[in-house]
């Protein structure tokens, strides 16, 4: 697996950083005052599958009673490199009327999941709806689109690792990379 890297973009390392960081300030800011209508309970809801190692450093550096809401959505089947559309494939939020939600997703591409999932969340009655995401990349679909919190910005290229992937593999390089050409034909 390691042979199949092309470059490291962003080492563990300066994830956990940013990761702690993010935390420390989604921490102040759902720590009662600063709560939207003076609410004290957060929602969180990791979009599935890429966000699930982001979120689940993340919330254990959240010291808040919080709750978890799990969402699939598929954006990139199989050995796509470039988003097919966003499509819900799984709802398993409890009841989310009232309740203040924070999306985590992996990476703010299109804008294509946030813009499907956030109204979604409104309908079903949540309070309020914020998003994380841990990177955002440079195309104007990405920086057009509204989120609450980012950790990276890189480059538009075709990133894995931390969760990301690339037809379901690599989601456990503890980095965030770039794939060789020739790893990307092989595992397509
Ligand atoms: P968007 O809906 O186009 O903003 O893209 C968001 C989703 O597409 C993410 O949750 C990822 O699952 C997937 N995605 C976007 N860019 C990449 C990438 O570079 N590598 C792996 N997955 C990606
Ligand atoms: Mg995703």
């Known amino acids: ?34 709560m939207p209508d003076g609410g004290e309970e957060i929602t969180i809801v990791p979009i599935l599958t890429g966000a699930f190692i982001f979120c689940g450093d993340l919330i254990r550096q959240i010291p808040l009673p919080i709750q978890i809401g799990l969402l ?14 966003s499509q819900l494939l799984g709802k398993q939020l409890g009841d989310v009327r009232g309740h203040h939600v924070l999306l985590i997703d992996d990476i703010l591409d299109s804008g294509g999941t946030i813009k499907l999932v956030v109204p979604l969340l409104k309908e079903l009655g949540a309070a309020s709806v914020k998003s994380c995401v841990l990177l955002r990349k440079d195309r104007p679909a990405a920086k057009e ?12 290229e075709f990133v894995v690792g931390y969760g990301l992937d690339y037809n379901n593999y690599y989601r ?17």
């Open 1 to 34: 697996m390691q042979g199949d890297i092309e470059r490291v973009l962003i080492s563990q390392d300066r994830i956990a950083r940013r990761v702690r960081e993010l935390a420390e300030q989604i921490t102040a800011d759902h720590t009662p005052p600063r």
């Open 72 to 85: 699939t959505v598929s954006s990139y089947p199989g050995s796509s490199l470039r988003t097919q559309g």
């Open 145 to 156: 689109t509204v989120v609450d919190y980012v950790g990276f910005e890189i480059p538009d």
């Open 172 to 188: 456990n390089l503890p980095d965030i990379v770039t794939l060789r050409a020739e790893a990307i034909e092989r595992k397509a």
